[in-house]
């Protein structure tokens, strides 16, 4: 070998070398530096799962702890379309029989959803079987271990109670976002929000230890406690429906207020919405999805007079004992003309009697002794022509007809609950404050929202106005015995053993033209018991066709007050309600 | 350690007077290697200890990375078991609720023919009073009644009644499932004497 050729030799392999080496160099610049990031992203895709977190909705629970909204897993049940046509093992008519009787499809429509979409994309590698199944259905499903069948959880929502406060609470959407009721007024309590989290998996899909990497910590939403009773609710639901069906009612609401502490107890209406199935009742002919005795206003009628006549009496107008002759008819020189509603000759009556006789021609005459401002600013004290501190979904104002501006009919009606409108919670609100000693507290619905240590934030005002004095709102309340004792309701309304406070109404409506329909909306207000307010119970029906009075409203504030008195355990007083004169 | 001192003994004597020695090829030489340079001389041993104690790491962490994965395993299937008994917890909840619900046990309430006293009566216990006028409950005064329950329960669809199931359990036990709740009459068999409530002899 000369030493020529072994120089070459030496050279080549040098070069082979260089040229090996350079190519893994560039190689390896391509993958490390050019495409790391494309090639990064493919590695992490190929082992890391992205997966959500889900934060819980927080529960509502009513004021004894009984649980009313909770919130759940459902489980959408999807197929790999392509698979499950070409699939030996599990061909989709072998499936769908099986499946069929456990998600309630019909196996034809399952296969017809696969064989559709495999039809429309041979790709197909998705398709929905099965909706919002609950836990029982989705084991039975996985336990057919149905390769071609995967599962996705999703935050669902129940209400165990059905339509128990169902126009309270409201419901949610599919995708579990709120929509009415006080899942959507407080959804800033209750909603929670999503977190993420990345974990690497191996190939027989298996967590990887250490992998995980909470990207985003899931917040859980937290608790809402109502002031409501859910026995109490459902039992006025159930009277309230009853009747209202019995009469005839378009619709009704009662709401039961605890005196001392402005707290709803109740607040049923008719019809109602039962979360659970919220679509059965959009198809109802007349929906209501919300709660009627927040959110449609009324002209009360004379469940106001006492309103007006507690006024008077705070004023030191007038006294229980104030004569007035009361005539059918009234009118006065700018032009008002009122009449009572049934013709009868002139009653010589105490201000306690047109309470009684519930005297639209008495009451007014008593009325013009104070002014329109005097009155105006009376019923805003009184919390209406504003929404409640509830602040209700679209929860209603109440108009007062551009008060204190009345014109002179608007002035006298607006005496006795005409040519203005509240609501039923302010009715009761107003029946509140009378039992209260003339101290008005807010009224609240919501308890607070409860955090995860136990703690209640956002928790009601409780802080009381005065409206009237104690001296006058005992005197109506005395009025109002009288009315409830002697009035032509008395043997529907009473209850053996105690002393109640009633005031019926009968409102005609408005057509919405300025002029008047023939239905009415029937109330009857009245506080409970009456020598020791401790409940407000205001009963509205709209348009009862088969009874057209007041009547129609007694049975159910008899049957709910008796059972308000009985589930608090209110023990008779054994007094007797004083003997007002209502004659002169 | 120093050349000086491995050189040193390898120095010859230069004696004076003698003749100058001619100039002979320098030995061989070597360095003697002192004691402790002797036991500083690595091993075979050494290196033994050295390959066994990495081969004894590898082992280990493999051993460990088993175990890790084993574990993997074992909180995987455990997580399924939790997973499993939530739902199976949430079901139950959910049952519980929906049977907890007024208008199922008012209905069963009724089905078994149990009805309301809608006239409020107190016993005071301390002195036996009995305040408020007694008047006994008319049959059938049941807060449903006869117009049965006005209050919607979706989830309550395909609940059995109470006396349904009782029913059904001496007969065919099958159908009980699938059919709707359907209002009962109330149970009043006249075979069963009406006084004489089971009561407790406490002296």
Not at chain 1, 257 to 272: H, I, N, R, T, W
Not at chain 1, 400 to 429: I, K, R
Not at chain 2, 170 to 191: C, K, Y
């Amino acid at each position: 070998m000369t030493r020529r050729s072994a120089r070459r030799r030496i050279a080549l392999s040098a070069l082979l070398l260089v040229a090996i080496l350079g190519t893994f160099l560039i190689r390896l610049v391509d993958i490390q530096v050019v495409h790391a990031d494309a090639l990064n992203a493919q590695a992490e895709d190929k082992r890391s799962i992205p997966q959500v977190i889900l934060g819980e909705r927080g529960d509502i629970f009513d004021s004894t702890g009984v649980l009313l909204a909770d919130s759940v897993l459902r489980y959408d049940i999807t197929a790999s379309p392509k698979y499950a046509v070409t699939s030996t093992d599990v061909p989709p008519e072998t499936a769908a029989e099986q499946l069929a009787p456990i998600v309630g499809v019909p196996a034809a429509k399952l296969v017809k959803v696969l064989r559709d979409a495999v039809a429309e994309n041979p790709d197909s590698d998705y398709a929905y079987l099965a909706k919002k199944v609950d836990a029982q259905q989705f084991e039975q499903v996985r336990a057919l271990g149905i390769p071609w069948v995967y599962y996705e959880a999703h935050a669902g929502r129940t209400y165990p109670n059905g339509a128990v406060a169902g126009n309270l609470l409201g419901f949610v959407g599919s995708q579990n976002e709120a929509q009415a009721g006080v899942e959507l007024a407080d959804d800033s309590c209750l909603a929670g929000t999503d977190g993420s989290e990345v974990y690497e998996r191996s190939a027989d899909d298996v967590r990887i230890p250490g992998s995980t990497v909470v990207t985003t910590p899931a917040v859980d939403g937290r608790d809402l406690i109502l002031t409501i009773d859910r026995d109490l609710q459902w039992f006025v639901q159930q009277t309230l429906a009853s009747y209202a069906k019995k009469f005839g009612a378009k619709w009704g609401t009662v709401v039961v207020q605890e005196v001392k502490s402005g707290k709803l107890l109740a607040v049923a209406d008719y019809p109602s919405v039962d979360p659970n199935n919220v679509n059965a009742t959009v198809q109802s002919p007349d929906p209501a999805l919300g709660s009627r005795a927040f959110t449609a206003p009324f002209e009360p009628g004379s469940t106001f007079k006492t309103l007006t006549a507690a006024s008077l009496l705070d004023a030191r107008l007038v006294t229980p004992a104030t004569h007035v002759l009361a005539p059918y008819r009234f009118t006065t020189p700018d032009g008002a003309d009122v009449n009572d509603s049934e013709y009868h000759g002139d009653m010589s009556l105490t201000l306690t009697g047109v309470l009684k006789e519930s005297s639209n021609t008495g009451l007014s005459q008593l009325g013009l002794r104070m002014t329109p401002e005097q009155r105006y600013a009376y019923m805003r004290a009184f919390g209406l022509g504003a929404r409640t501190e509830v602040d209700f979904g679209a929860e209603a104002t109440g108009d007062l007809n551009s008060g204190p501006d009345w014109d002179a009919q608007s002035n006298l009606a607006t005496m006795f609950g005409q040519g203005l409108t509240v609501t039923a919670v302010q009715m009761a609100s107003i029946y509140q404050t009378i039992g209260n000693g003339g101290v008005r507290l807010p009224v609240s619905l919501v308890a607070g929202c409860r955090l995860a240590d136990g703690t209640l934030t956002d928790t009601p005002a409780t802080e009381g106005t005065r409206v009237i004095s104690a001296t006058a709102a005992r005197e109506t309340v005395d009025m109002l015995e009288n009315v409830a004792t002697k009035g032509w309701l008395a043997d529907q309304v009473a209850i053996p053993g105690y002393r109640l406070a009633t005031k019926t109404g009968t409102a005609q409506q408005p057509d919405g033209h300025g002029g008047y329909t023939k239905s009415y909306l029937v109330s009857l207000a009245g506080i409970a018991p009456a020598d020791d307010p401790q409940y407000v119970v205001s009963v509205s029906l709209a348009d009862p066709v088969k009874m057209n009075t007041s009547g129609a409203a007694a049975p159910i504030f008899h049957d709910v007050t008796t059972q308000v008195l009985k589930q608090f355990g209110v023990v008779p007083s054994g007094s007797s309600s004083p003997d007002l004169p209502t004659n002169y | 350690m120093s050349a000086a001192l491995a050189t040193a003994p390898l120095r010859r004597p230069i004696s004076p007077g003698l003749p100058r020695p001619e100039p002979v090829r320098a030995p061989r030489i070597e360095i003697a290697p002192v004691r402790a340079q002797r036991l500083a001389r690595p091993r075979v041993a050494y290196a033994g200890t050295v390959v066994a104690g990495i081969g004894a790491l590898m082992i280990a962490q493999l051993a460990l990375s088993i175990a890790l994965s084993d574990g993997a395993y074992t909180i995987d299937r455990l997580e399924t078991t939790q997973k499993e008994q939530a739902r199976s917890v949430q079901q139950l909840t959910e049952d519980l609720g929906r049977l907890a619900s007024p208008q199922n046990l008012a209905k069963n309430a009724e089905a078994l023919g149990m009805v309301q006293n809608a006239n409020p009566v107190w016993l005071r216990m301390s002195d036996g009073a009995v305040i408020g006028t007694p008047a006994a409950a008319a049959g059938g005064s049941g807060v449903l009644a006869a117009g049965g329950s006005q209050v919607a329960n979706d989830l309550l669809n395909g609940v059995p009644l109470v006396t349904e199931v009782s029913a059904d359990a001496t007969g065919a036990a099958t159908a009980a499932a699938a059919t709707p709740v359907q209002p009962a009459a109330p149970l009043a068999d006249p075979e069963l004497p009406l006084q004489g409530l089971p009561a407790p002899a406490t002296r």
